[in-house]
């Protein structure tokens, strides 16, 4: 589903984040990225969606060589991959289910599609009493879930999330973890990065450890410890 061939990412600053990554995931794995600040986490997975290009390497996504896409068939990969962040980025004048239909409305679903799947993806996110509050109104664990169901209601095969789990108290954090779980058991390839140790540790997972923008560890079912 991804693969990375000697990646490597150098900003316009002059920092490396990415020094020679390659790594394997397959279709349906759930996986951790942990490591310091400053590791290259971020770099790392938003070269998947192409947030960022590498400098040099390939990116392959499902076949798919990122360096060869045209800019204009961009949109269409990124509709194909669920992106969540750690401050949700939802739009604060749309109430929950105008959020997540809005992902719908730009790709041209019917109407009857729309309602049906914005539907189902808030019942799945336990959010179906919800639907016409807005942003401002819910608690963090609830926007995040907003912002969860945002990113899966086109059904990607594919869910990347940043630290989705950062801005959240511990019993909210495991309760956005079982929707990962969800999402995960339904197909979609998961990669998370985080720094939260006791769901990486409890909840066990393959595990890409990054450090100096390189993976020093890979392991399946791996813990979360690293050397500062
Ligand atoms: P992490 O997610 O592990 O904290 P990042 O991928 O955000 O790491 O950052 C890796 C390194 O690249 C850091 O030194 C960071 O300051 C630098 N960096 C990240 N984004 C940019 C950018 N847009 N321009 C310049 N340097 C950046
Ligand atoms: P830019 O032209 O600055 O790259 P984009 O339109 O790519 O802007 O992205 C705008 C915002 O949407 C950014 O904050 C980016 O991180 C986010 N974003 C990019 N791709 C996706 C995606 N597939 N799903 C959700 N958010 C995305």
Redesign the pocket.
Same mark, same amino acid.
């Given at each position: 589903m991804i693969k990375m061939k000697n990646v490597y990412k150098k900003? &316009?600053?002059g *920092?490396v /984040?990415a020094n020679g990554i390659n790594i394997d995931i397959n279709r349906g794995e759930f996986v951790y990225v942990v %490591?310091? &600040? %400053? /590791? @290259?986490? &971020?770099?790392?997975i938003k070269m998947m969606y192409r947030e960022e290009a590498p400098t040099s390497g390939q990116i392959f996504i499902d076949g798919t060589e990122l360096g060869s896409l045209k800019n204009k068939e961009i949109p269409y990969l990124r509709r194909q991959i669920g992106v969540v962040f750690q401050d949700f980025k939802l739009l604060p004048r749309l109430n929950v289910y105008e959020n997540v239909a809005f992902a719908l409305e730009v790709i041209e679903e019917t109407p009857t599609e729309i309602r049906k799947k914005v539907t189902d993806v808030l019942a799945l996110v336990g959010l179906s009493q919800k639907a016409r509050m807005f942003p401002n109104e819910l608690s963090g664990g609830e926007q995040q879930r907003v912002s969860i169901a945002r990113s899966i209601v086109n059904e990607p095969k594919l869910v990347i999330a940043d630290e989705p789990t950062g801005n959240l108290d511990p019993d909210t954090s495991l309760g956005i973890m079982n929707i990962f779980e969800k999402i995960n058991n339904r197909g979609a390839t998961i990669i998370m /990065?985080t720094h939260n140790k006791d769901i990486v540790n409890s909840i066990r997972h393959r595990v890409l450890l *990054?450090e100096g @923008?390189m993976i020093t560890r890979d392991e399946y079912e791996g813990e979360y410890s690293y050397e500062g």
């Open positions: 900003y &316009s600053n *920092v /984040a %490591g310091p &600040s %400053g /590791a @290259g986490k &971020s770099t790392f /990065a *990054v @923008g």
